[in-house]
């Protein structure tokens, strides 16, 4: 029986946001969880979280209900079944659902892959409470629109879909019929940034989740051969025991790392990706925090977009085992490293904080932006000034 957290704090909340953070609390969600707290720092929300008792044979596990449904029946006969989110019924004789006290000018229903959608439950009811629906999928292929099924149902009630992979945009609009628009990843910036107080790099490189395996053991080779601190993950993507605070360390761990891997989203899954680049979130956490991102950066639109600058990533062909050749050129050459320190976190302040992508959102509902959002850009703007300044006395 699915059941909602309400989170109704806010008597004058314009903004309803549907979270699954409750269900899935994971490393691989936990950027999406600091985007929409961020929203509930800066705009008037309200929030409501599916809850699930869980199955006492598999309370640990981090997937939640679909996870599990996929797992005894398969994606296949699952996509097969009913959708029972009432989405037949016209919005005119649906009940309003309880907990949800008034009406508000947007619904954000907040997903990392479209099966999240299960989970949210009722949306129609969710939907008939707003005057503007949008639904946000962090991570969908232009391969998986085919696959879909029941869902593209539910994506056709919404007024306005967002994605974070452009090569969708277009088939997954041509298969809803809806408004479909491209939203790139974001960090809390302010939260990532090293300035003012920079910190020791003490952490040589940082290859976060996984690796192309040739590049791995070149930097194991270097961390064996020298001193030389090398830190990466040997967990999958386990559950958090607080999303805000796995978000905090790692930003404590990017603002002391000198080097950091950035490779193309879904890079060990090209049978799902088709050949399809995107800059993933790691691109945008590393550049955040000052590091010197050293990879395979997608040269297409969405890069020259978002990481148009000099050397905003330092070449690596994928799945090189040539790394140590690369960073001994930038060692070589500490001035170029300090720049693109900067460039980064300054390009960063200015382009990747949550408060632009927000914007983008309240601007396609036709809402103005908040008191607090302006006091946000203002900080940021002061803040990129000022390591700009420093920039230029270093210079």
């Known amino acids: 029986m699915r059941t909602y957290r309400f989170d109704m704090k806010t008597p004058d909340a314009r903004v309803l946001i549907v979270s699954n953070r409750d269900i899935a609390p994971v490393v691989s969600r936990s950027g999406l969880y600091e985007f929409e707290d961020l929203v509930g720092a800066m705009d008037a929300i309200d929030l409501i979280a599916p809850q699930e008792t869980p199955d006492p044979a598999d309370a640990r596990s981090p997937v939640g209900h679909v996870g599990r449904t996929l797992q005894r029946l398969g994606a296949k006969a699952f996509r097969r079944l009913s959708v029972t989110l009432e989405e037949s019924a016209p919005l005119s004789v649906r009940r309003p659902p309880s907990g ?58 919404f007024d306005h879909i967002f994605v974070s992979v452009r090569d969708a945009v277009a088939p997954l609009a041509s298969a809803t019929g809806r408004p479909c628009h491209f939203l790139a990843p974001s960090v809390d910036t302010l939260e990532f940034c090293p300035y003012p107080a920079a910190r020791d790099r003490v952490i040589d490189f940082y290859a976060m989740g996984k690796r192309p395996p040739e590049t791995h053991k070149a930097l194991l080779r270097m961390a064996e051969q020298g001193d030389w601190y090398y830190v990466y993950d040997t ?60 990879g395979d950066a997608p040269f297409n639109e969405s890069f020259t977009e978002n990481f148009g600058w000099q050397d905003s990533v330092i070449p690596l062909e994928f799945n090189s085992g040539d790394i140590a050749d690369v960073i001994a050129e930038l060692e070589a050459d500490p001035e170029r ?59």
């Open 100 to 157: 949800v006290a008034h009406d508000y000018e947007i619904l954000f229903v907040s997903n990392q892959s479209a099966s999240d959608l299960y989970n949210v439950g009722p949306c129609a009811m969710w939907r008939s409470r707003a005057r503007i629906s949008m639904c946000y999928i962090d991570e969908i292929y232009p391969s998986d629109v085919a696959g879909l099924g029941n869902l593209l149902n539910v994506l056709k009630n």
């Open 235 to 294: 967990l999958t993507n386990c559950p958090v025991t607080s999303n805000a605070e796995h978000r905090r360390r790692l930003a404590e761990m990017l603002k002391r790392t000198r080097y950091f891997l950035a490779t193309a989203v879904r890079h060990y899954n090209p049978e799902r990706t088709k050949g399809n680049q995107e800059l993933g979130l790691r691109y945008f956490e590393g550049a955040a925090a000052g590091t010197v991102l050293i």
């Open 337 to 395: 490293v300090e720049r693109i320190r900067r460039a980064n976190v300054v390009n960063s302040l200015r382009r990747h904080d949550h408060v632009y992508r927000w914007a983008e959102i309240l601007s396609i509902a036709g809402l103005v932006e908040t008191p607090n959002m302006q006091v946000r850009r203002r900080r940021l703007d002061e803040l990129a000034l000022s390591v700009e300044q420093k920039t230029r006395e270093f210079r």
